[in-house]
């Protein structure tokens, strides 16, 4: 299976360890990533105002992109593939976005929507198959207690994204089950990390990170698990002292326990 | 209600698309909102604000830079209101106007480290400024 392939630009600088073993691990499992030519940042928030049209766009050339090839468009950053999902589904239901999108773009045939927009657990999941990837394991992670999170971006809004049941959700425990680890339920897996607002305000970042990093450790987790580099970044920054569980990128994890890190 | 804030709230209504009449008023939005300590008016009440027409006192508010963008009250709506979505709209009402950007370039390298990632940077200049 070849996918067309979105990384964007943190993974690019600083989450090159994201994107490395998402590579080095799809092709010990068969799957070829083909990097889109040309792609640019996707902006890293969808726009959600209906008149927003210029701050959309490099996400639909993204997607005209994999369309030519006639290949699906795989993501791996949470904001890239909320963005791109998003922007791809206003293309698919919104006349008024597509008409002025296209106008602006001036493509060589109208964009619609037509290309599938697929994360990278999503191809674990329904391409390859969490057994197949349990088949595929030389080094399982026995006795790592692994807690996923979720964070906002992957999950909701669910009728959009249509990843997993956006308040219970089960990929990555399926994931981490698969690699040979324990999975740690925590209550604030699909709570927000803070997000952008590390900007504005540290202490903001500092609470809600802390949160999540709390109730890992208290529930026994060694190590937490995401998708995201500024869930990566602020969780991190807020792991600190005795019991503090470390931050991983998920596919750090996958290439480890695949042989190929 | 002034003609000017008519003119806004018609304006948060056009480019939000949130019908606020269909809110009634349960409260889920702010109750489930993770940044509820830090906002001075909460969800709902920007529904009702709108409503009402007070965009003014919303634009003048540091709600609108504490809302996460995380989508758990778009989510978690029962009538599909969307508050998220309003304050969104009033936060581009303020940054759409010269000279108005709520953060400058100026200022981020004071606000980064070494770790920070390119996406946190990207994501706060497109919700703070135009």
């Not at chain 1, 092709?27 to 959309?56: F, H, R, S």
């Not at chain 1, 997607?63 to 698919?92: E, F, P, Q, W, Y």
């Not at chain 2, 604000?49 to 709506?77: D, H, N, P, Y």
């Amino acid at each position: 299976m070849t996918y067309s392939y979105y990384p964007g630009c943190t993974l690019k600088t600083k989450a090159k360890d994201l994107d490395r073993y998402a590579r080095l691990s799809a092709e010990a499992l068969g799957v070829t990533l083909e990097e889109i030519e040309d792609w640019q940042c996707c902006g890293a928030v969808y726009p959600m105002a209906l008149d927003e049209i210029a701050t959309k766009l490099s996400a639909v050339r993204a997607l005209d992109s994999a369309k030519r090839s006639g290949r699906d468009l795989l993501t791996l950053c949470s904001a890239c593939h909320h963005v791109i999902k998003r922007v791809n589904n206003d293309m698919l239901t919104n006349d008024d976005i597509r008409l002025k999108a296209n106008n602006y773009l001036k493509l060589d045939s109208v964009y619609a929507g037509e290309t599938k927009v697929v994360h990278y657990l999503e191809m674990l999941r329904d391409t390859v198959g969490f057994d197949k990837i349990r088949a595929a394991v030389k080094n399982p992670l026995k006795g790592r207690r692994i807690a996923a999170y979720y964070g906002c971006l992957l999950l909701r809004p669910a009728g959009v994204m249509q990843f997993d049941n956006p308040e219970n959700p089960t990929i990555l425990e399926d994931f981490i089950k698969a690699i040979g680890a324990e999975p740690v339920i925590t209550p604030y897996r699909n709570e927000c990390c803070g997000g952008y607002t590390v900007l504005e305000d540290k202490k903001i970042a500092e609470r809600r990170s802390g949160m999540v990093i709390g109730s890992a450790a208290a529930k026994g987790a060694d190590t937490v698990i995401t998708a995201c580099p500024l869930c990566l970044y602020n969780l991190e920054a807020n792991a600190h002292g005795e019991g503090a569980p470390v931050v991983k990128y998920f596919t750090e994890l996958l290439a480890e326990a695949l042989g190929v890190k | 209600m002034t003609v000017n804030e008519k003119e806004l709230a018609e304006r948060v209504i056009e480019i939000s698309g949130v019908n606020t009449r269909k809110c009634m008023k349960c409260g889920k939005c702010s109750g489930t909102c993770p940044s509820y300590d830090e906002m001075e008016y909460h969800p709902h009440q920007f529904v009702s604000m709108v409503e009402k027409g007070q965009i003014k006192k919303l634009m003048e508010s540091k709600s609108l830079w504490t809302c996460l963008s995380c989508f758990a009250c778009i989510e978690r709506c029962p009538r599909s209101v969307e508050p998220a979505k309003l304050i969104e709209a009033v936060r581009l009402c303020v940054i759409r106007q010269q000279g108005a950007n709520h953060m400058k370039a100026c200022s981020v390298p004071d606000s980064i480290d070494e770790n920070m990632p390119q996406q946190a940077i990207v994501s706060a200049f497109r919700k703070y400024s135009k």
